[in-house]
């Protein structure tokens, strides 16, 4: 049989039912590839709806889907400090508003 007719050309192990198989031996899904991962569960960053009290923050809109991307909750944002907020990606300017947003709720 022609490996390249039956889409089997990615050199991926194929189970005895024809299914092809991670080396782990679990079957492959949409996704499961090496550089293709998604995440398990739809996020409500894909929706575009957001939790009431990222809508209250300073940002714009494409601030907020990196805070729903990274899975930062209410109670994570408050534990956020300058780095974690370089690390996202977040600029210069609202990562100033924000941590002193988040300075100002530690001190209450």
């Given amino acids: ?3 390249e007719y039956m889409g089997c050309t990615d050199k991926q192990p194929v189970s ?3 299914g092809q198989r991670h080396s782990a031996g679990r079957p492959a899904t949409a ?3 090496p550089g293709t991962m998604e995440r ?3 996020s409500k960053a894909s929706s575009g709806e957001h939790p009431s009290w990222l809508k209250a923050l300073p940002i714009d809109a494409d601030l907020r889907e990196v ?3 990274e899975r930062i909750d209410e109670a994570t944002f408050f534990e956020l400090n300058g780095d974690d907020l ?3 990606g977040i600029p210069l300017g609202p990562t100033k ?3 002193k947003l ?3 709720k530690k001190s209450q």
Avoid: C, V, W, Y
């Fill in 40 to 42: 398990p569960h739809a």
């Fill in 86 to 88: 370089r690390t996202m």
């Fill in 102 to 104: 988040i300075s100002q």
């Fill in 31 to 33: 996704g499961s590839r």
């Fill in 1 to 3: 049989i022609n490996a």
């Fill in 16 to 18: 005895e039912d024809g």
């Fill in 97 to 99: 508003t924000l941590l």
């Fill in 67 to 69: 805070f729903m991307k």
